[in-house]
């Protein structure tokens, strides 16, 4: 039996999606963590203590393990662990990511310097420190433009601005949400950069031996224009036109080849307009959150399956998505306050298309907007004869949903 070592950071949705794929596909899982007493029970040959930040350390404790538990694959199952895989699976002799390019992917700057040099189109950008004088900083770019931390996601801390008059304002506010997320006191640097109108989609995709296997083309039909940008609905497959998918597809693949990734899931982001296509993102995982449970391939097998399958060098069955539409919201918050109730689940579930609601955040717990949140009220599903289906049974579902709070 294949053993795979997940690594599964404290916070993530993706832990039971991963585990379950792993036992339909009945490999092995070694559970990798940052914290031993949420995995109380599991023996000990099952799971390995590993800080990810301390990629060295932890990077031996693997190899150690693996002298006696040989492993298949080191999976990163959402971004905090990419890149200990990268460097475990080097250390093992496991395909994998190159170090270099998984850490350009989790450095948005960085990112956006590849791209770049690359030849791709991508929004103009600076980097500011976040002591630096915000009104120094505002004279430095032009609007409309996008501020945003270098290395978080879900949108948190990403804010839209006007105008100059407005931008120390926002400074402040994102410069307070990176410093917040910061446990050792650090100050960092953050991007400015064009704000880039037009649609949006997102791209997951499969990377096997440099080569980019797309897997899905997501359309973002709810308009990003800011200041915030919550993400609600992905819809696939796209409405867009195939030369457009076609060139989605081409610049998403040139895109992963400017940060150097070769090997395992990507999501990337694009936005198009009269200018062309242009790359906001490329992430060296799968879709965030419990997005992922939109996409059935073949016979039914999961994206995560896929995932283990390749990163273990096993079989890969034919994986053309299923026909019909498909499609998630991701619920967002609105108001600040604790969770009393999420009202109107039943309806929300009987509206015709709709196939899951999870609520994700439990009663009792602090909701918090965008830009500071960083977690979503819950997902809903659904799966429908075409995309524009697939959107109206989300939105007349997530209609029925009332949130109560205790203000
Ligand atoms: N330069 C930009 N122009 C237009 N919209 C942007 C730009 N940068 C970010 N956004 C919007 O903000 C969202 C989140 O930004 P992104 O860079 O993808 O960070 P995150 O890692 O939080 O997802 C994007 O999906 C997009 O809608
Ligand atoms: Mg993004």
New binding site residues.
């Given amino acids: 039996m294949a053993r795979v070592l997940l690594l599964i950071p404290s916070r993530t949705y993706r832990t039971h999606d991963f585990m379950a794929a792993a036992s339909r596909l009945g490999v092995e899982v070694v559970v990798g963590s940052e914290h031993r007493p949420a995995l109380a029970g599991l023996m000990d040959d099952r799971s390995l203590r590993l800080d990810f930040l301390n990629v060295e350390v932890s990077t031996r404790r693997i190899i150690d393990f693996a002298q006696t538990h040989p492993l298949a694959a080191v999976v990163a199952v959402d971004d905090a662990g990419t890149l200990l895989a990268a460097t475990a699976a080097q250390a093992l002799g496991l395909p994998h990511n190159p170090v270099g390019a998984v850490e350009a992917a989790l450095d948005?700057a960085r990112m956006r310097e590849r791209f770049a040099a690359a030849g791709l189109p991508t929004?103009r950008f600076i980097t500011a420190n976040i002591d630096e004088d915000p009104h120094a900083v505002a004279r430095r770019v032009r609007y409309p433009c996008?501020v945003?931390p270098l290395d978080?996601?879900?949108?948190?801390g990403?804010v839209?601005v006007d105008h100059a008059g407005a931008f120390p304002a926002v400074f402040a506010r994102v410069a307070a949400i990176v410093a917040d997320c910061r446990h050792n006191g650090a100050r960092p640097s953050v991007l400015v950069?064009?704000?880039?109108?037009g649609e949006?989609v997102a791209v997951e995709a499969l990377l096997r031996g440099g080569v980019l296997e797309v897997l899905a083309i997501f359309d973002k039909p709810d308009p990003?224009n800011?200041p915030f940008?919550e993400?609600t609905i992905y819809v696939t497959p796209s409405r867009l036109g195939s030369e457009q998918q076609a060139a989605i597809h081409e610049t998403t693949a040139r895109a992963a080849g400017a940060l150097g990734l070769r090997d395992g899931p990507i999501h990337a982001?694009l936005?198009l307009n009269d200018v062309g296509i242009w790359m906001?993102?490329v992430?060296a995982r799968s879709i965030g959150g419990l997005c992922s449970r939109t996409l059935r391939f073949g016979s039914g097998i999961s994206l995560e399956e896929l995932i283990i399958r390749h990163a273990a060098s096993l079989p890969m069955p034919a994986h053309d998505r299923e026909r019909g539409a498909a499609g998630v919201m991701m619920l967002p918050i609105h108001e600040r306050g604790r969770l009393r109730a999420v009202e109107g689940q039943a309806a929300a579930k009987l509206v015709p298309g709709i196939d899951g609601l999870v609520i994700t955040i439990p009663p009792g717990e602090p909701l918090v907007p965008l830009p500071e949140g960083d977690r979503y009220l819950g997902f809903m599903f659904a799966r429908a004869g075409s995309p524009a289906a697939v959107e109206t049974a989300l939105r007349l579902a997530h209609a029925e949903l009332r949130v109560v709070t205790d203000g």
Avoid: N, T
């Fill in positions: 948005k929004p996008v945003k978080l996601s879900g949108s948190q990403v839209k950069e064009d704000f880039i109108p949006e990003l800011g940008f993400e982001e936005r906001l993102e992430a």
